[in-house]
């Protein structure tokens, strides 16, 4: 195995790790809306519970994906070229739905008036919907392949993008994450907002297991290996054990295997993909590959010393701070709001 595989390897990593952190994230944006409204405790309140399961955390897990973009722009320049610049409108709502979150988020509480409050939770709801489906679009596109001309570039235009198997991995991925979401919520919480998501986990887990069934078993017979129906079979699984484990309230295990389920997807995409990296529908003598979109061997070098000093510190540090941060929060924890007041002097 060479240096590019490696990388390649490495990259299928980083962006596994990132739908597994920030799929939960996502999963509690967009659940704003539903935990989020009031029953015995006001619906701001509840809300705060639902952003304090990820306050301390979130901001971390988007580490993940700079790291991945850093690395495939460093690794892979032809692929992260064609791929920005083919991907450019949907990687840039992304993007901007990425900012509206985190601005959204961190000015939530500065300000202490329902009406500014309300649009940032509207915000942080937009933007945790948006990368949910745009994440499976594209790289569903990226599996199935697109238009690359013997230039290595797109040459498709936005809607060849909006094909049935890129929707349903769109589909696919929003619905994995909500459930994703609701599970790490119920792991999360107490009280009120904790009973409230075990109910919606529930009630999640039966779309997203013939959604998400359905999208993985068109990959596997469209662009899967032999060897990638184990893949399958252990997304299946666990989406099924989730069901079980959500009935009999294991919060713990029912977070464990939906973690697995999405790791077995995307590693289930990296896999298909390979030894391409952006196979072209044009030609196939013009799609990308692990060998022909690879950096100098010297620059993979490097790269490869780098990762393999800093990795291991960047991983406990974050372990660490999941740790220290494991307690279950509920309303009766939230104070007070102590934000500025609007017109005040």
Not at 85 to 110: D, H, T
Not at 252 to 281: E, R, Y
Not at 285 to 300: C, V
């Amino acid at each position: 195995m060479g240096l590019p595989e490696v990388w390649f390897i490495l990259i299928a990593v980083l962006f596994t790790g990132y739908f597994v952190l920030e799929g939960f994230d996502f999963g509690v944006g967009m659940h704003m809306p539903v935990l989020g409204r009031g029953r015995s405790e006001s619906a701001d309140t509840r809300r705060r519970v639902l952003l304090n399961t990820i306050g301390p955390v979130w901001d971390g897990n988007e580490v993940w994906l700079i790291t991945a973009g850093g690395a495939l722009f460093a690794a892979f320049p032809e692929w992260y070229a064609t791929l920005f610049s083919g991907f450019y409108l949907p990687l840039l709502l992304i993007l901007l739905a990425l900012i509206v979150r985190v601005c959204a988020i961190e000015w939530r509480g500065k300000i202490d008036d329902p009406t500014w409050r309300r649009r940032c939770d509207w915000g942080i709801i937009f933007g945790s919907w948006v990368p949910a489906v745009l994440w499976g679009v594209a790289f569903a596109n990226i599996v199935r392949g697109v238009a690359i001309d013997e230039n290595k570039q797109y040459v498709g235009g936005f809607f060849g993008l909006l094909n049935p198997y890129a929707l349903l991995g769109g589909a696919t991925t929003a619905l994995v994450f909500a459930l994703h979401g609701a599970v790490f919520i119920v792991l999360k919480t107490a009280g009120d907002v904790h009973e409230d998501a075990v109910k919606l986990s529930r009630r999640l887990a039966i779309p997203t297991i013939p959604v998400a069934g359905g999208f993985v078993l068109w990959t596997q017979l469209a662009y899967g290996k032999d060897w990638t129906w184990i893949l399958v079979v252990a997304a299946a699984l666990s989406l099924l054990a989730v069901v079980a484990l959500t009935a009999a309230e294991r919060e713990g295990w029912a977070f464990t295997f939906t973690t697995v389920a999405i790791m077995a997807t995307i590693v289930l995409l990296f896999a298909s993909l390979f030894p391409n990296v952006m196979p072209s529908t044009l030609d196939p003598a013009w799609s990308l590959t692990i060998e022909n979109a690879s950096s100098s061997p010297y620059t993979l070098k490097v790269m490869t010393w780098a990762a393999a000093i800093m990795t291991p510190v960047v991983l406990m540090y974050q372990g660490w701070t999941y740790w220290v941060f494991r307690q279950r929060i509920s309303t009766a924890q939230i104070p007070k709001s102590i934000g500025l007041k609007i017109g005040a002097k």
